[in-house]
């Protein structure tokens, strides 16, 4: 008999489970980087719905001059009540505020509706709600771009799209989040879910991409053909999403299966009998944040008990249930606070550039993705240390504290060339997107799979929306104050965002006190997962 060749033997050495785990996660990754691929245009076009025309008055007024003509004619009129300075209504003096509503009425419907989607996308199949999230979502971000070839320029037009845009696509995170973690179980967590949390930067390089290169020309279109991937990933979801490894009998998680526990991420078993001895079951991580000091054995008021689902299942977690699992609360308001950074950065940072580089829209669209790129690695590099030491708070803290004194030192570098300015972009998106990406996706997880829930398969949407959900209300408050402060100047924005990183910080110091607490834990208390 012949030998196999290489790429045959490749193939055949993954097993049935593995390959639609493979497809699971590549598919979730598209998914979602599609949602953030349409939420990219707006910053984009920022610096063409009002563009920085200073340096074309002054060359017509030195053309003028030269011409020996006088020159008392404001900027150039355009059919459409367009100007050679943007777009009306965002054309005038006041347009950094009105672009700071538009990303203040998407943000806050997205906080808003975040914490109704988890609830409801626990009650229903996540296929069918995610694929309505992403078509309406298309549909929307196709219709801002839409108010370019029919000549629209209401503020309320653009603002009534924004929130209901917003609103749509909060049925995105708690959904993708659900069915990965439906697949993959807790062993290598950080690291699997670091690098499926680069969907947010791909999607954010792609959408910059994109976006850019209709932007001088026909910036309609960086809205359109966004929706337009969006839509047709809807449909793509419906096609082929598989909602938990169960539906085409394969095993739920990375981890090898004991009598003792179903391991799935949903399908943890303590029997009641257990309590005495759980603490060797416990993984040092969830022990300390479980635990009032990492040696007594779980008190029963920390276990969140559910009645169960017609005898088979668990019923769905209320929100106060899931308010009540350890470290619910601390992470989600320190990811109030570093997604105010991160967002502030994903809708500013172009004009920032164009700004203080004066560059024009398209360049400085494709300058910012950078930002991203360190965020990529930053985002694995946070799931990689984590899951090392396994330290979730300690990881996230050491990254928030390095992140305060590096923006500083990127306001300062920023304005002195081009190279420093991709220097420091990438280097503040590693720091600032690392804790970010880890508590949306690890943390996350872990938490809507606490051991307080006994086994709960439920919870994970709620609980990933509780946090996503408080993140998204400062999502919203970090662009706002972007648009009211930087008239003032670019510097007082960076001030702000150094103290949001303070904040952040500060909200973790309990935990981290309790992770290194936890350190000292002898390594023959703990029973590792085992990989297979």
Known sequence: ??????????LVSFSRDQWYRAFTFILTFLLYASFHLSRKPISIVKGELHRYCASAIEGELRFNSQSQKASDTPPHQLPGNETDCGWAPFDQDNYQQLLGALDYS????????MYLSGIIGERLPIRYYLTFGMLASGAFTALFGLGYFYNIHSFGFYVVTQIINGLVQTTGWPSVVTCLGNWFGKGRRGLIMGVWNSHTSVGNILGSLIAGYWVSTCWGLSFIVPGAIVAAMGIVCFLFLIEHPKDIACSSSLVAHSKSYENGMHRFRLQKQAFPSEKKSLDPE???LLLSDGKQSVHQNHVVVLPADGGSGMAAISFTGALKIPGVVEFSLCLLFAKLVSY?????LPLYITSVDHLDAKKAGELSTLFDVGGIFGGILAGVISDRLKKRASTCGLMLLLAAPTLYVFSTVSKMGLEATIAMLLLSGALVSGPYALIT????????THKSLKGNSRALSTVTAIIDGTGS????????????ISPSGWNNVFYMLMFADACALLFLVRLIHKELSCSGLATGDQVPFKEH
């Not at 008999?1 to 490749?10: E, H, Q, S, V, Y």
């Not at 996706?441 to 809507?448: N, Y």
């Open 1 to 10: 008999m012949a030998p196999l060749p290489t790429g045959i033997r490749f």
């Open 344 to 348: 502030t950065f994903l809708f500013w």
């Open 441 to 448: 996706t690890a943390v996350s997880a872990d938490l809507g």
């Open 473 to 484: 209300v400062g999502a919203a408050l970090g662009p706002l104050l972007a648009g009211l």
């Open 106 to 113: 998407f943000l806050c419907a997205y906080a808003i509706g």
């Open 286 to 288: 969830m022990q300390c």
